[in-house]
C-alpha cells in the first residue's frame, strides 16, 4: 500500500473517530429507526468499561464515539443558571422566575402548572442548543415529596400536605416539562426526592418510619403518579432511610418503582448522598460495598465522587460489568427520548436556540405566564368590612412597611430573573396620582409607628428570609427554615412589631410573604386583612398590586394545614401521619385549614347531582353542581370535592380531596361545574391482598369551597 493511501486510511478512520455524522453510517446506535432496546445494546457493546463507569456520572459523554449525553439543571420554580447557590457558575444567565413551588401549588390550577413548567422547558432547551450551550436537559424537578409537617425546611419546594393533590400538579408539572410530542420530550423530569424526605435536621442519616399502607396511599402517590401517568423516567433518591434502609440502596427502588411502576430511566443518588451511607448511615464499611450496592438497587447516576468505589467493587467482585451494563440502559433510554442520538432534522426541539430571534424570557408570552400565575397564587386570607380592595382614586397616604417590601429575595432553587418588580415597585405603578406612598424599611422602628400614625392606609410586609440570610445550615431565626434547617418554631418573630403598628393605625393589612405557614393567631384576631404569597416571582409586585388596588380577585388557595401553634403537631419525627397529621387526620381545627382562601365576591353553590349512585371498580362518576357569584367582583371559585367512608371498618381519613376545579364566573351570573370522580382514586392499599383495593360500601361526596366549608354533599353505593 503506497504513502498515500495509508494516509488516506488512517484519515478516513480518524474522522469516523471524531465526527459524528459518519459515526452515525457506522454504528446502528445511531440508527432512529431501530427499536429502543436494541440501539441501546448496540452502543453498549462497543463501549469500554471505563467508558461506561463515567456514563455512571451527570456527564454521560462518550467522545470515542460521538455521543453527546446531557447534564442536570435544577428547576423547582423556573430553570435555575444564577441565583443564591450560584447554579449558573461564574456566568450567571437570565431565565423566567416564578413564585416557589408552594406559591405555584396555591393557584389550584393544574392548566397554570403546566404552562410554567412548558416555559421553564423551553428556556432549558435554548439555552442547550443555543450559542450559549449552557446547563443540561435533564431539569431536577418537580419535588413530589409532601409537606407533612410546616416545620420542614424545604416546605417551600413542595406542593402541600395532600397527596392526590400534590400528584395531580406533579403529573401535570412532569407533562409540561417533556412536552407533548411523543416520540421525544423537550426536556426530561427527575423527580425529587424518592421517598419520604420532609425533614432536614439529620436527613443524612434519619429514617422515616411507616406502614407499607402509607408507603402507597401517602408518601409514595405523587411519584407514582409522575410515572405511571406523567410518565417521568427519572427521579432522585432521598438522604434518608425508609424503614432503616437508606433510599440509596433500598429495595423499593427496583421492586415497585422500577418493577411494579415501569420506572426504566435515570434514578440518580442525591449531591453526597453516596458517602453518607458510609459516614453518616454507616449502613456499609467501605465505598466498595456501597457502590455495588447503590449498582445493584438500580442506582445509575451518582452526584459525587464514585470512582474509586464503583472500581473498587469491581475488583473485589461484588459487581461486574453486566450489573454497570444493566443500570445504565436506563440513562441511555432517557438520551434517546431526548433525541441526543438522533439527527437534528428528526427532532422538532432542536430547533429551540437555533431559530429563535428574541431571547425567550424576554418575550410578551413569558412575561405575561409569570404575570398570572402570581396573580393566581395570592392567596386572601382574612378580610374584615372589605378592607380590600384599596381604590387607587382616592386620595389617600399609604405607608409601605417592611425591608421584604423592597426587594425580591430568591431562594437555595431559584435563578436570575431578569428583571424584577418588588412589592414597592407593584404599588407605586398602581397607585394613582391622588396617592402618596412612603416606605419605611424597619418594622420594628419609631419610623414605622410614625409613618403608620400619618397614613390612611399602612401594608406591612413580613415574613422569611428564604435564604436564612446566613451560612449553610445556619438559621438565626427558629421561625425561619431552608435546606438541610427545619424550622424550631411557627411564630413569625416579628409579629409583636406588626401589632404595635395596627395599634397605631387599625387600618393596616399584612402581607405575609412566606415560604411555609406562620401561627399567626394574634395577626388573625386583630387585623382587618391579611394576604399570603410566596418568595421568587418576578412580576410579585405587579401581581400583589392588581390584587391590593381590586383589579384582580384573588383566588388563590392554601394547600397546607396552618397550625394554631406547635402544639398542634407530632414529633417531627414521627411519620405516621395518622397520628393527627395534615387536614385529613388533624383533630383540632387550625388557624387556617387545607383549601382555604378569600375573594372579593361571594359564591352559593346549589343543585348537586350524580350521574350514578351504585358504582362498580373503574367506573367515573361525574359530580355536577351550579355555583353563582352573588358578589360585586368578576372572579375565580375553587370548587374542592372531598370524599368520606362512614361505613369503613377500617381508620380512614376524616376526608380526602378527590377533586377540584378553578372556575372564573362573572358577577350575576351562574356556572355549571362538573367534576370527575375515578372510583379507582378511591381505592386503598391492602397489604394482606398485595394490591389497591376499592372497598364496597358508602361514600360520601362532599362539595365545598375549602375542607372545613362544605356546602353540598351527596352519596354512593360501591358494589363490587
Known sequence: MSTVKRIGVLLFFFLLWVNKPVAQDIYPFFDANLDTEARI???????????KVNCLSTDPDIPRLGVSGTGHVEGLHGLSLGGPAGWGGDNPQPTTIFPQAIGLAETWDTSAIKQVASVEAYETRYYYQSNQSRGGLVVRAPNADLGRDPRWGRTEECYGECPWFNSQLVEQFVKGLQGPDPDYWMTAS???????????????????DFSTELFYDYYSLPFYNGIVNGGSRAFMAAYNSYNNIPMAVNPVLKDIAVNSWGQNGIICTDGGAFKMLVSSHHYFPD???????????????????????????????????????????????????????????????????????????????????????????????????????????????????????????????????????????????????????????????????????????????????????????QCPDPG????????????????????????ANHNTILVLQSSFPYAIVDSDKDIPAIIHITHCGQETGNALADVLFGDYNPAGRLVQSWPLSVDQLPDMMDYDVTNGRTYMYLQDDPLYCFGYGLGYSDFEYSNIRVSSTNVESGEVV???????????????????????????????????????????????????????????????????????????????IQIGASSSDIRLEALIEIQK
Not at 190 to 208: P, T, V
Not at 321 to 329: A, K, P, Q, W
Not at 483 to 492: F, G, M, T
Request: with cysteine.
Open 41 to 51: 445494546d448496540s452502543l453498549l457493546s462497543v463501549m469500554t468499561l471505563d467508558e
Open 190 to 208: 427527575l423527580m425529587k426526592h424518592f421517598l419520604a424526605n420532609s425533614n432536614e435536621d439529620g436527613r443524612d442519616s434519619s429514617s422515616s
Open 287 to 473: 465505598l466498595y460495598t456501597a457502590a455495588a450496592s447503590c449498582v445493584i438497587a438500580g442506582v445509575n447516576q451518582f452526584l459525587d465522587n464514585y470512582k474509586e468505589g464503583v472500581y473498587g467493587a469491581l475488583a473485589n467482585g461484588y459487581i461486574k460489568e453486566e450489573d454497570i451494563d444493566s443500570v445504565l440502559r436506563g440513562v441511555f433510554r432517557v438520551m434517546i427520548k431526548l433525541g441526543q442520538l438522533d439527527a437534528d432534522s428528526l427532532v422538532e426541539y432542536k430547533q429551540i436556540g437555533v431559530v429563535d430571534t428574541v431571547d425567550p424570557w424576554l418575550t410578551d408570552r413569558h412575561k405575561q405566564t409569570a404575570l398570572d400565575v402570581t396573580r393566581k397564587s395570592v392567596v386572601l386570607l382574612k378580610n374584615t368590612d372589605n378592607t380590600l380592595p384599596l381604590n387607587a382614586n382616592k386620595k389617600q397616604r399609604i405607608a409601605v412597611i417592611g425591608y421584604l417590601a423592597d426587594t425580591l429575595i430568591q431562594d437555595w432553587y431559584s435563578g436570575m430573573p431578569p428583571y424584577e418588580v418588588t412589592i414597592m415597585d407593584g404599588i407605586k405603578n398602581k397607585a394613582g396620582s391622588k396617592v402618596s406612598v412612603t416606605f419605611v424599611k424597619d418594622i420594628a422602628s419609631a419610623e414605622a409607628l410614625k409613618a403608620a400614625k400619618k397614613a390612611d392606609v399602612v401594608i406591612v410586609v413580613a415574613g422569611n428570609n428564604p435564604t436564612c440570610g446566613a451560612r449553610w445550615k
Open 480 to 503: 425561619e427554615g431552608k435546606e438541610a434547617v427545619d424550622r424550631k418554631s411557627l411564630k413569625l418573630s416579628c409579629e409583636k412589631d406588626i401589632l404595635n403598628i395596627w395599634k
Open 622 to 700: 361525574t359530580v355536577e353542581f351550579d355555583i353563582t357569584n352573588t358578589g360585586d367582583y368578576d372572579g375565580d371559585e375553587v370548587a374542592q370535592l372531598y370524599v368520606q367512608f362512614p361505613d369503613s371498618g377500617v381508620k380512614r381519613p376524616i376526608k380526602e380531596l378527590r377533586g377540584f376545579a378553578r372556575t372564573n364566573i362573572p358577577k350575576g351570573e351562574t356556572k355549571h361545574v362538573a367534576i370527575d370522580l375515578s372510583v379507582n382514586d378511591l381505592a386503598y392499599w391492602n397489604a394482606e391482598k398485595n394490591k389497591w383495593d376499592v372497598e364496597d360500601g358508602t361514600v360520601k
